[in-house]
């Protein structure tokens, strides 16, 4: 397994992907993660239905190995099967220093909030309750140790395997297959239908598109992973 070098300005600046998997393999990814998803939903819906109480900390554990399938997905099918690099997914630092790295996270925070914000004040001046996104509900954070788990999920691993997964792996392979901006609006639609969450779908979208743009452009999920991060610690924030 050889390591790719790092791409260099023009090549960052155009796009340009080349990874071992294909569009067929980001498919078959996303549908054993879907699959996977749907699978633990109506497991814990039955379960929670059974209980006279939720159980302490059964919602983390269920987000938590949704997160690990996502990532044993993506090594299975682009390291395992198609012999890819670490770095081909994103996992090195693309040969830029930390603080643009940091810099690069700070600017794709700054969009999606900002992103957020319009479409907030948009829905609330037209009134459009529905479309009204709600916070994490605090009860999901749970209490003490349960607490510092979920939101360590929410903060840290979920960031994690998300760009792994989306950006990574699935942007890279619509990209590869289909052009750099028809790839980058699947994938980021892709993204935005799996948070499941009709209130956010576009915001999400749009985060989706800014990480996606992130990613291209540097050739590194560290920049994303830290503005994902970002992001989701000020939802928890607003939930506490």
Request: net charge neutral; charged share 10%.
């Amino acid at each position: 397994m050889i390591d790719q070098e790092p791409p260099t300005t023009n090549e960052r600046s155009r796009g340009r992907l080349s990874v071992p998997w294909g569009i067929t393999d980001a498919m078959i990814g996303f549908a054993v993660v879907a699959c996977g998803s749907l699978a633990s939903l109506l497991a814990l819906g039955h379960l929670l239905g059974s209980l006279e109480r939720q159980p302490d900390g059964i919602t983390a554990v269920v987000l938590f190995l949704l997160q690990i399938l996502m990532v044993v997905t993506v090594w299975f099918l682009a390291v395992k099967w198609r012999g890819a690099s670490l770095s081909s997914l994103g996992l090195g630092t693309g040969g830029l220093r930390w603080p643009k790295i940091v810099g690069w996270a700070a600017l794709a925070l700054g969009l999606s909030i900002v992103a957020g914000l319009v479409y907030q004040l948009i829905v609330t001046g037209l009134g459009i309750e529905s479309l009204e996104p709600s916070p994490v509900p605090e009860r999901l954070l749970g209490e003490g140790v349960v607490r510092a788990f979920t939101v360590g999920i929410l903060v840290v691993v979920g960031p994690a395997a998300e760009e792994i997964f989306f950006r990574g792996f699935l942007l890279s392979a619509f990209v590869q297959g289909i052009g750099v901006l028809p790839g980058l609006i699947v994938a980021s639609a892709i993204f935005a239908i799996a948070h499941g969450d009709f209130t956010v779908l576009l915001p999400t979208f749009a985060s989706g598109v800014v990480l996606s743009w992130l990613y291209l452009r540097t050739r590194s999920l560290w920049p994303g992973f830290l503005a994902h991060a970002g992001q989701n610690s000020l939802a928890v924030t607003f939930a506490v």
